[in-house]
């Protein structure tokens, strides 16, 4: 990004004093911060977007993580996993937002109850007749503003867990520090995420009419 990370953190907010006082706070961000924080900013912003399921709110979340990170990073011990801090402070950042300004409508969630075998149900139902790679011609259907839809319909806490460790490569040891859970629910939260994700697929391409697409090509 081009901008310069002074002025991410202080865009859009508001402040007491005049302009040349914000320049003066802004100008004062300490190199050494900006050095450890501008190469995750892109991953910070795919995180926000896909914990949020939307862009202009994501923005939101990023900039007060910048913000509180800026702030805290002088009494920032560790600095040699700044990743891990970061994602930790933008989770905390995440989930205030969401305390202060819940969405209007809530998702519909997935039942992970019922057994669901997303390969099994793909080969049994056979969507696309004239294929000999079904389950990744399934897959294909999905680009990323679709993924995002169905993860906005998991549960809050295997969402996260799912995009940490599965997008984002985190272990189950370093879920559990940005989230602060026990290993036992983190290694939980993953197994019942998988089972949501493969139902939440299939059951999203089922409403979305993606299978009858795929039938009408054929």
């Known amino acids: 990004m081009e901008d310069s990370l002074a002025s991410i953190l202080w865009r859009g907010k508001t402040m007491t004093g005049n302009s040349g006082e914000m320049e003066q706070a802004a100008s004062s961000a300490s190199a050494t911060f900006e050095e450890v924080v501008r190469q995750h900013l ?11 399921g939307d862009r202009e709110r994501a923005e939101d979340v990023v900039q007060d993580a910048l913000l509180r990170a800026f ?59 004239h294929s000999d790679r079904v389950h990744l011609d399934f ?10 839809e169905v993860l906005q319909r998991l549960g809050s806490d295997c969402r996260e867990a ?10 189950a040891r370093e879920i559990g520090e940005i989230t602060g859970a ?27 009419g993606l299978l009858r697409e795929t039938e009408i090509e054929s």
């Open 139 to 148: 897959l294909e259907l999905f680009d990323d503003v679709r993924i995002i």
């Open 71 to 129: 702030r805290a990073f002088p009494r920032l011990r560790n600095r040699q996993r700044p990743r891990v801090w970061l994602t930790r402070v933008l989770r905390s950042c995440f989930h205030d937002d969401l305390r202060k300004d819940p969405p209007r409508s809530q998702p519909q969630g997935v039942d992970d109850d019922a057994p669901f075998d997303l390969f099994d149900t793909i080969a049994e139902e056979d969507p696309f007749p």
């Open 162 to 171: 799912l995009i940490l460790a599965y997008i984002y490569g985190f272990t």
């Open 182 to 208: 026990p290993l036992g629910t983190v290694l939980a939260r993953l197994s019942r995420g998988r089972r949501q994700l493969e139902r939440g697929l299939w059951e999203y391409a089922q409403q979305m």
């Open 42 to 52: 892109p991953y910070l912003h795919g995180l926000a977007v896909r914990l949020c």
